[in-house]
C-alpha cells in the first residue's frame, strides 16, 4: 500500500490550544500493492485526520489525476464544512488506467503528484491554508497483455515440474525397494577363460 502524508500545522502563535492539527493523507491501493497495469483500477484514499483540539473550517481536497490516460469513477475533489478535534474525514475515489502498448511505448509512466488541501481556521472562510501531500512514488502502468503474464498462477507448469520432481526424488527410491525385495543387484561373473 502506497501512503503518502504530510503533516500540517497551522499558521500562527506556537501551541495555542484550540488549533487543529491536520494529518493530510494520500492511499493508493491495488490489488498487486506497486503494480498498475491498463484496465485494472487503482482506489485512491484521501484522509483528513485532526489530532488537535480546534476545527478547521471549509475544507476541500483535491487530486487532479490526468484523464488523457486515467478514467475516473467519483469526484477527484471533497468538500467539508468542519472537521473537529480528534476528527477523521475520508473521501474515496477510483481511477482506471487507459493504455495501449506499442514496441517503441512499452510501458506508462505517471510522475508522482500530489493531492491538495485547503482549509480555514474560522466559518467565514477568511485566510485559506493550502497544504500538500508528499509527492507519490512514480507509477509505471504495463499493458493488460503484460500484467497478465506476470500475475499469471503457472498452474500446468507447476504440476509438470511437481511430477518430474516427485519422480526424480521417488523414482531411484522405488527402483531399490523393488530390487532388494528380489535378492539386490546380480552380481557380476568372473570371465571365464
Known amino acids: 500500500m502506497l501512503t503518502l502524508a504530510l503533516f500540517v500545522s497551522t499558521v500562527g502563535v506556537l501551541a495555542s490550544s484550540q488549533e487543529p492539527r491536520l494529518v493530510f ?13 491498463a484496465g485494472f483500477p487503482i482506489n485512491i484514499t484521501l484522509d483528513i485526520h485532526n489530532l488537535g483540539t480546534g476545527s478547521a473550517y471549509n475544507l476541500k481536497t483535491s ?34 488506467p487507459r493504455f495501449n502498448a506499442t514496441p517503441e511505448k512499452p510501458l506508462l509512466y505517471v510522475r508522482g503528484f500530489p493531492a491538495e488541501l485547503q482549509f480555514t481556521l474560522d466559518d467565514e472562510g477568511e485566510e485559506p491554508i493550502r497544504a500538500i501531500s508528499s509527492q507519490m512514488r512514480d507509477i509505471l502502468v504495463r499493458s493488460n497483455e503484460d500484467y497478465i503474464r ?3 498462477k503457472h498452474n500446468t507448469e507447476w504440476a509438470i ?12 527410491f522405488v527402483a531399490w525397494v523393488i530390487l532388494s525385495r528380489k535378492g539386490g543387484l546380480p552380481n557380476a561373473k568372473p570371465k571365464e577363460e
Open 25 to 37: 493523507r494520500k492511499t493508493l491501493v491495488t490489488e498487486i500493492p506497486y503494480t498498475y497495469a
Open 63 to 96: 487530486d487532479p489525476w490526468p484523464r488523457d490516460y486515467f478514467d475516473i469513477e467519483g469526484e477527484t475533489t471533497a468538500v467539508f464544512e468542519e472537521i473537529k478535534g480528534n476528527e477523521h474525514h475520508q473521501h474515496n475515489f477510483t481511477v482506471t
Open 161 to 172: 515440474f511437481s511430477i518430474g520432481m516427485t519422480a526424480a526424488v521417488f523414482g531411484p
Open 150 to 152: 506476470l500475475t499469471a
